[in-house]
């Protein structure tokens, strides 16, 4: 069973108090772009989260950004620096 097939059960989004989790991936290509545009290579665990997990929290504490996201807080941040 892939990851897409599973079906979470959530009473809140049934009952239409809040929206459903859309499951959102990067691609192999997506961490690729990221590694070359920072010149970096990620954790070791960091590819095979957003590939395979995604975007997402847990308890509000730990936050994975995807790389369209770091790339882009990236480039306000050099931004911001240069003016």
Partial sequence: ??????????????????????LTLASEKDVDELEHTLGVVFPAGYREFVTTLGLGEY????????PDAIISGCRDSQKFLDE
């Fill in 1 to 22: 069973m892939s990851f897409e097939e599973v079906i979470v059960v959530d009473p809140y989004v049934d009952k239409g108090w809040t929206p459903k989790i859309q």
């Fill in 59 to 66: 308890c509000n504490y730990i936050r994975i950004a995807m």
